[in-house]
């Protein structure tokens, strides 16, 4: 497949909105995800300047086989969807990720074990992650907002700070909910311009996206990015 073609060279319309191109993480995580499935957003990134393609991790040597040289980086999820996987589940699919060519991890925090009020236990989750990602790869910490409490929400940007994680991000896209403007804006006013926030689950359009954006979001997941950029 070449998928070497940059903007300039594909002719892509002036009509989208360019402005979104570098947000988007080009997102597939469906269970019935196939090759061929994978491949087409491959393409579709090159094709429109998104930031990277976000699937699951069985996929990551694909993709990253498919990009070499593109310029589009290779997201993965770790724990997806529920969080709920042992800490040395999600550091062995961290660190299997990075050797396949990852070069983002989205990883899910422990929603129960917040609840339980085992903080502990939540910060040493995410710090183990950033751990095994080193210097290789970005981390961000998917807390599910849809299920927490504003406090709680809070406490865990707090806690995604005080362990090293590079970004806090909104939702699976997977549960209850997902990304809202007030729980963008929550995030964004708690980390302030010390990590990235993303917002992913339910963007769909690119009035979606502006909206994301101007609550704070500077990186946002959806499976809608030709959508959006075509405004």
């Known amino acids: 497949m070449d998928v070497t073609c940059k903007n300039s060279e594909v002719g892509i319309p002036e009509e989208m909105n360019m402005a979104f191109e570098e947000m988007i993480d080009h997102t597939l995580l469906k269970p019935d995800a196939t090759k061929d499935k994978v491949k087409k957003i491959c393409e579709e990134a090159v094709e429109y300047g998104f930031h990277s393609v976000c699937v699951n991790s069985s996929f990551v040597y694909y993709c990253a086989q498919l990009l070499k040289g593109t310029g589009v980086k290779v997201c993965t999820v770790v724990g997806f969807p529920l969080g709920a996987m042992s800490t040395a589940g999600k550091v062995a699919e961290t660190t299997a990720a990075i050797e396949d060519g990852a070069d983002e991890i989205d990883m899910v925090i422990h929603v129960g074990m917040i609840k339980s009020g085992d903080w502990d236990y939540v910060r040493q989750d995410i710090a183990s992650v950033v751990e095994a990602s080193g210097n290789n790869a ?19 940007c ?33 980390v302030q311009d010390t990590m990235g926030v993303k917002a992913s689950g339910g963007i769909r359009t690119a009035e979606d996206a502006r909206r994301m954006e101007e609550a704070g979001a500077d990186r946002l997941g959806t499976s809608a990015g030709i959508s959006i950029v075509r405004g």
């Open 138 to 156: 970005l981390v961000k910490v998917i807390l599910e907002t849809c299920l927490l409490t504003e406090e709680e929400k809070v406490h865990a």
């Open 158 to 190: 707090r806690v995604c700070q005080e362990a090293g994680a590079d970004y806090v991000k909104t939702s699976t896209g997977f549960s209850t909910g997902g990304a809202t403007v007030e729980d963008v804006h929550l995030m964004r006013q708690t």
